[in-house]
């Protein structure tokens, strides 16, 4: 089956109404109602709101893997190899799924960081997509300081990547991508922490204007910055006026979650067209270092883009 019409921004008078059924359509899903009963709950019709806060329970004692900690130290489960494919099955219907642009034209394409094979693969497919047409006047890589944790260490070293942290595989990824870039302008400030701090290095090439942007955490004595906190410092601080239509580009397990974010913020706070897709799985693949998103990552992320769905139809009904 295909994916469900997850929530996006196009700027028209509709556009709370129809990102309110969608929200609604998701949670309410048959896809949603065989993954949860095939972990013992259950699904009833009922109110968007009371669902959502009932699979934000759900999936807290049965889908959260993390427990705070970040994805590659989350803890490793398996389910069974008829389990497993539902799962998957379940999740693509979720939109957990990899799907071109809708459009030929966008302002500027945003990518969101992530671990560091994120920061690679995601500029070779923006990379491919401008190969095949698709035309933009910015590329923008958004994330932050976050330090490599785990494995990141040894992958970063087996893909060539100089630094350790999250911004360093950034502009490595960028560099093989758009390069040779050259020296970039430098617009930083300094905080007291890495989470206080942002950075921003661009280059002008090939008519494109092409950032990597770290942004700081709106909670900065607590955690690093969030998806969220990333969307609301580009689009509140660093967005130029002519940028008004925005295409997200993320791992296809993480499109649901930081496509509602991006709605969230980009859309409804910031008043700008906003689109996700997820990267193809060709682009995506590393060699010997490419991850395998297990049915565990998918359930995780379903949890994710619950608690994102949430917060995103609170935001509208206010």
């Not at 994916?3 to 996006?8: D, H, M, N």
């Not at 906003?274 to 010997?288: A, F």
Request: with cysteine.
């Amino acid at each position: 089956m295909a994916p469900l019409a997850l929530p996006r921004w196009t700027g028209g008078t509709d556009d709370v109404r129809d990102t309110l059924l969608a929200v609604e359509r998701w949670v309410s899903s048959s896809a949603m109602k065989t993954l949860v009963a095939s972990f013992g709950g259950s699904v009833e019709d009922g109110p968007p709101g009371a669902l959502l806060d009932y699979l934000d329970e759900f999936s807290a004692e049965h889908w959260d893997f993390r427990r705070g900690r970040e994805r590659n130290l989350a803890v490793q489960v398996h389910f069974g190899a008829e389990h497993d494919a539902l799962i998957f099955d379940c999740a693509a219907q979720l939109g957990l799924a990899q799907v071109p642009p809708r459009h030929e034209h966008y302002d500027t394409v945003v990518m969101t960081g992530g671990m560091v094979r994120a920061g690679i693969a995601k500029p070779r497919y923006v990379r491919m997509l401008l190969d095949d047409g698709l035309r933009v006047d910015n590329v923008v890589f958004l994330g932050g300081f976050r330090p490599f944790a785990g494995d990141e260490h040894a992958v970063a070293a087996g893909l060539g990547v100089e630094g350790d942290n999250e911004f360093d595989a950034m502009v490595a990824g960028l560099q093989r991508a758009f390069g040779p870039l050259g020296e970039p302008a430098v617009e930083e400030c300094i905080g007291a922490s890495p989470n206080a701090s942002w950075r921003e290095l661009t280059w002008h090439v090939s008519g494109l204007r092409v950032s990597a942007v770290a942004a700081p955490s709106s909670m900065p004595e607590e955690r690093r910055a969030n998806t969220v906190d990333t969307y609301r410092f580009w689009a509140g601080v660093r967005r130029e006026a002519s940028e008004q239509s925005v295409l997200i580009v993320t791992a296809p397990v993480y499109v649901p979650y930081q496509g509602a974010g991006a709605v969230e913020v980009l859309g409804l706070e910031y008043g700008l067209a906003v689109e996700t897709v997820g990267i193809s799985r060709r682009t995506g693949h590393l060699g010997s270092f490419a991850q395998e998103y297990e049915a565990r990552h998918h359930l995780q992320e379903i949890r994710s883009a619950i608690r994102g769905m949430s917060s995103l139809r609170a935001a509208l009904l206010r």
